[in-house]
């Protein structure tokens, strides 16, 4: 075959499959060529760089920003959007882009434990529905006091068992309860002792990072500080993880005996093996990185504006 027609017969197979998107078989019987040498010619296509194929993804990650980010903090993975020029929809890039890296994470896992806030609600809005056998999904420690709140970690446990047709326990009680046998003897009641068994096996757990602005925005607890957090200064509160307080160099500013929250103890929540945070709020940027200090995580999905707005701060 002359090699004008020959690439005159690339140019047409190429415009029919790619563009006109005709199958094998129809673009086969439009030649009277055999679907075994339209392939040949496909890939002849594109070798002679008659076709050349682009793949755009709307995920596309930062490696600098994740290498620096590495180099200060080794020991988390992190995942970092990179920004595009389309501002109106960032937050629903990010969303997609945090339940992609986060399915990836969960896949393979069986117990699951998640808190609550929107954006860990919006994550799950976005995650792609798939059947698990035998998965669970439960919440860990007591409830956020908002309870007629979507993103409330009660409603979370539910939505995200349904995208993975999977069960979900729960535990009716509040994030933290100030008496200590209170806390006791609830762990024991019949509606609560199993999903606190189950947490205490779990393999993942996901969830964002808290302010102090968290507690002061309900009333209950802002006017208890003092009792939740004894001897502990507000002011020097840079972060809340696990409904924990720490200051900004990562410490814990209450200990093990001192602790009102109402789930598994802190060290249990620290053995999971995958505790992934999600972050794309610049303005917890502080938050994110005294949890760094800390080494609370392993795994960090967040956005540009936040990774840059933690490197600068360091």
């Given at each position: 075959?002359a090699?004008?027609?020959?690439?005159?017969l690339?140019?047409d197979?190429?415009?029919d499959y790619?563009?006109?998107h005709?199958?094998?078989?129809e673009?086969a019987?439009?030649?009277?060529?055999?679907?075994y040498?339209?392939?040949?010619?496909?890939?002849?296509a594109?070798?002679?760089?008659?076709v050349?194929?682009n793949?755009?993804?709307?995920f596309?990650?930062s490696?600098?920003l994740?290498?620096?980010l590495?180099?200060?903090f080794?020991?988390?993975n992190?995942?970092?959007?990179?920004?595009?020029e389309?501002?109106?929809h960032?937050?629903d890039?990010?969303f997609s882009f945090?339940?992609k890296?986060l399915?990836?994470?969960?896949?393979?896992?069986k117990i699951?434990g998640?808190?609550?806030?929107?954006?860990?609600?919006?994550?799950?809005?976005?995650?792609q529905?798939?059947?698990?056998?035998?998965?669970?999904f439960?919440?860990?420690i007591?409830?956020?006091a908002?309870?007629?709140?979507l993103?409330?970690s009660m409603?979370?446990?539910?939505?995200?068992?349904?995208?993975?047709?999977?069960k979900?326990?729960?535990?009716?009680?509040?994030?933290?309860i100030t008496?200590?046998?209170?806390?006791r003897?609830l762990?024991l009641?019949p509606?609560i002792?199993?999903?606190?068994?189950?947490a205490q096996?779990?393999?993942?757990?996901?969830?964002s990072v808290?302010?102090?602005?968290s507690?002061?925005?309900?009333d209950a607890?802002?006017n208890?500080?003092?009792i939740?957090?004894?001897?502990?200064?507000?002011?020097?509160?840079a972060?809340?993880?696990?409904g924990?307080p720490?200051d900004?160099?990562?410490?814990?500013?209450v200990?093990s005996e001192h602790d009102?929250?109402?789930?598994?103890?802190f060290k249990?929540?620290?053995?999971?093996?995958t505790?992934v945070a999600?972050?794309?709020d610049?303005f917890?940027?502080?938050?994110?990185?005294a949890a760094?200090?800390g080494?609370?995580f392993t795994?960090?999905?967040l956005?540009?504006p936040t990774?840059n707005?933690i490197?600068a701060?360091?």
């Amino acid at each position: 075959m002359a090699q004008e027609e020959n690439t005159s017969l690339l140019v047409d197979l190429a415009q029919d499959y790619y563009l006109k998107h005709l199958n094998l078989g129809e673009i086969a019987k439009k030649y009277n060529i055999s679907r075994y040498k339209i392939s040949k010619y496909l890939n002849e296509a594109v070798e002679k760089k008659i076709v050349t194929i682009n793949i755009s993804s709307p995920f596309s990650r930062s490696p600098d920003l994740e290498n620096r980010l590495q180099r200060a903090f080794p020991n988390p993975n992190f995942y970092v959007l990179k920004n595009t020029e389309d501002i109106a929809h960032a937050n629903d890039r990010f969303f997609s882009f945090a339940a992609k890296y986060l399915q990836d994470l969960i896949d393979g896992k069986k117990i699951i434990g998640l808190t609550w806030g929107d954006t860990i609600y919006h994550v799950i809005d976005s995650f792609q529905t798939t059947a698990k056998e035998n998965m669970v999904f439960t919440q860990f420690i007591g409830e956020n006091a908002k309870h007629n709140s979507l993103a409330g970690s009660m409603r979370m446990v539910q939505k995200v068992a349904t995208r993975y047709n999977g069960k979900y326990l729960t535990i009716d009680a509040p994030l933290y309860i100030t008496n200590k046998e209170v806390r006791r003897l609830l762990a024991l009641e019949p509606a609560i002792q199993p999903t606190l068994a189950t947490a205490q096996q779990l393999d993942l757990i996901f969830s964002s990072v808290g302010t102090i602005d968290s507690i002061n925005s309900i009333d209950a607890w802002n006017n208890s500080k003092n009792i939740l957090f004894p001897d502990v200064n507000p002011n020097s509160i840079a972060s809340l993880v696990y409904g924990r307080p720490i200051d900004k160099n990562g410490n814990l500013l209450v200990d093990s005996e001192h602790d009102k929250v109402f789930g598994i103890s802190f060290k249990k929540v620290m053995e999971v093996p995958t505790r992934v945070a999600i972050v794309n709020d610049k303005f917890k940027s502080s938050a994110l990185n005294a949890a760094l200090n800390g080494d609370y995580f392993t795994d960090i999905i967040l956005n540009e504006p936040t990774a840059n707005k933690i490197l600068a701060e360091l």
